[in-house]
């Protein structure tokens, strides 16, 4: 017989043993789930890149998050189909008082006033270049796109949202929205920022489900350069420094270690968002039967906690809220 001081698998004999030295442990509380509405009455369209996912029309949408709130689920975040005769290039449908996003906060709040919503700050959904910003001269310009966010985050807050999320990469709208949303009174009103968030291919399916594709050139001008971690910090640093309340790291997967710098360098909590494409991954291979999914499902949103997220944007959060502790 060895001679061991230590014998590590002694901890891991039993499930009770297991769960009492457990270092991480996924919650209901972490889930965020995001859903997509669209213009219109009793119609669902499932999103054929993301099985099991539907733009849903407001009424639909709203019996939809019954169901999940009483699943335990307290936070949604909303992305909105525009049709094509409501889209240009300065987004103006986007602070449309009377616009999807802000119609259906509003019947959200009133019908479900405990759910906590999250709306989505940027332009490609209303945009016809499918981009975050406003184009000028085959550019992405900042300062102008700005002005527009700023309304779009104020027509956000006064349908009642609690909380507004800039995804669109601009450089100081996060204080632009903060200083905005404190002159109109809004200072409950919370900022999630998309703080680093990559020019990624695995934003796919989302853009599929939003008709929201770039029609020219990519987001490599405005969205982070895949191999960079350090300038995640600086993004981060930046954007609490202007008023963030969340930061948050898109996409999860491939960038569990910026996840983790983020947490050890911060006091905010840390957000991610596990993307259309890592859903889509995971979907087709179950699909295939060459995964057992939801075993899939935990470890990968596990390994997204235990990188240091507090909250994770999920389109699984609906399928595996039965299977987590509340
Ligand atoms: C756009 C936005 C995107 C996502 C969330 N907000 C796509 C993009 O930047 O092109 C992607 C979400 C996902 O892939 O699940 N501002």
Redesign the pocket.
């Known amino acids: 017989m060895l001679k061991l001081p230590q014998r590590p698998r002694r901890l891991r004999r039993t499930e009770a043993i297991r769960a009492m030295t457990r270092e991480a442990t996924l919650t209901v509380d972490d889930l965020i789930y ?1 859903v997509f509405v669209m213009e219109g009455e009793n119609q669902k369209q499932e999103i054929p890149s993301m099985p099991d996912c539907f733009r849903y029309t407001p009424d639909l949408l709203l019996e939809e998050l019954h169901t999940v709130s009483q699943m335990g689920i307290k936070a949604v975040a909303l ?1 909105p189909l525009i049709p094509p005769e409501k889209k240009d290039n300065e987004g103006k449908e986007s602070y449309n008082p009377e616009g999807l996003i802000q119609s259906t906060v509003r019947r959200i709040k009133k019908e479900l006033p405990q759910l906590f919503v999250i709306t ?1 700050v ?4 209303y945009s016809i270049y ?1 981009h ?1 910003g406003i184009v000028r001269d085959g550019e992405i310009v900042n300062d102008e796109t700005v002005e527009v966010l700023v309304k779009m985050a104020l027509s956000h807050a006064e349908a009642g949202a609690d909380m507004v ?1 800039p ?3 601009m450089d100081g709208r996060v204080g632009a929205i903060r200083q905005a949303l404190d002159a109109e009174g809004w200072i409950n009103v919370g900022i999630l920022a ?1 703080s680093a ?1 990559y020019a ?1 291919a ?6 599929d ?2 008709d ?3 029609q020219f050139g990519d ?1 490599k001008t405005y ?1 982070m350069d895949i191999a960079n971690a350090r300038e995640a910090l600086k993004e981060v640093a930046l954007d609490i420094a202007e008023g963030a309340d969340i930061v948050m790291v ?2 999860a997967l491939a960038y569990l270690d910026v996840i983790r710098r983020i947490k050890d360098n911060t006091f905010t909590p840390v957000a991610a ?7 889509a991954m995971i979907k087709a291979a179950s699909q295939k039967g060459w995964l057992e999914e939801n075993q899939v499902i935990l470890e990968t949103l596990t390994s997204i906690k235990r990188a240091g997220a507090d909250l994770i ?1 999920t ?1 699984f959060a609906k399928q595996i809220a039965p299977l987590l502790p509340r």
């Not at 695995?202 to 853009?207: D, E, K, T």
């Open positions: 995001p992305f989505d940027a332009l490609d959904p499918g975050d999320a995804s669109d990469m998309y968030k990624s695995y934003y796919g399916p989302f853009r489900a939003l929201s594709a770039p987001k969205q898109k996409p968002y596990n993307v259309s494409g890592e859903y944007i389109y």
